[in-house]
């Protein structure tokens, strides 16, 4: 059984001072054991969540690190950096850092590669344009994510990986995949993962579905059957937001 994995995505949002006010929020409230409640904030909020959250069952991720351990990368966050301050996740390959800052399926890959060897979970993020979706490339696109993002990567690492599907129509648009639309992608990128892996390797690896996921629409998008979590953006800014979202 999949333990089901809730992720906000802050991005560049929240001073420090606010980070510690949502944690404030949330520090004292019930959140469900049978989800995996993650936050990942800008890498100056992260050291002060992690502290402020401790005592709490929700984990800290970061949005972006480098595939090196160190060396001449002005302005560049290395996993061991991360790990180093009590971080557990990381968000790799995010359409907007593939969008903005060049990131390819070839950083992406070398990114996983170096999360997996720090014990870092890496949070592996796939998704077609709307372009790509009405030409009907949405199954091509996805294949081609998850087999170069993926390369190198063991069978027995594979379960450590999470997989986010996000299709970039749906990101900050307002725009929303239907349950079922999602779920025929999730499940398309679980049979890529079997092809790659092995069947019962693929079943084992969580796949969240982000894209303008809100409280209003978060438990029709749980109940299908391989979707596994959510990558959640601007709903997860608010507290109480936030708290709907992982007590689905």
Known sequence: MRKPIIAGNWKMNKTIAESLEFA??????????????????????????????????????AQNMHFEESGAFTGEVSASMLKEIGVEYVIIGHSERRQYFAETDETVNKKTIKALSADLTPIVCVGESLEERESDKTNAILEVQVKNGLQNISAGDIAKV??????????????????????EACAFI???????????????????????????????????????????????????????????
């Open 24 to 61: 404030k929020a949330i520090e004292s409230a019930s959140i469900s054991q049978n989800v995996d409640a993650v936050i990942c904030a800008p890498f100056l909020s992260l050291q002060p969540l992690v502290d402020a959250l401790k005592n709490t069952s929700v984990k800290i991720g």
């Open 190 to 248: 679980r049979s890529v993962l079997a092809e790659l892996f092995g069947k019962e390797a693929s079943e084992q690896v969580r796949i969240q579905y982000g894209g303008s996921v809100k409280p209003s629409n978060i438990k029709e998008i749980m109940e299908q059957s391989d979707i596994d979590g959510a990558l959640v953006g601007g709903a997860s800014l608010l507290s109480e937001d936030y708290l709907q979202l992982v007590n689905y």
């Open 162 to 183: 999470v997989i986010a599907y996000e299709p970039i129509w749906a990101i900050g648009t307002g725009k929303t995949a239907t349950s079922e639309q999602a779920n």
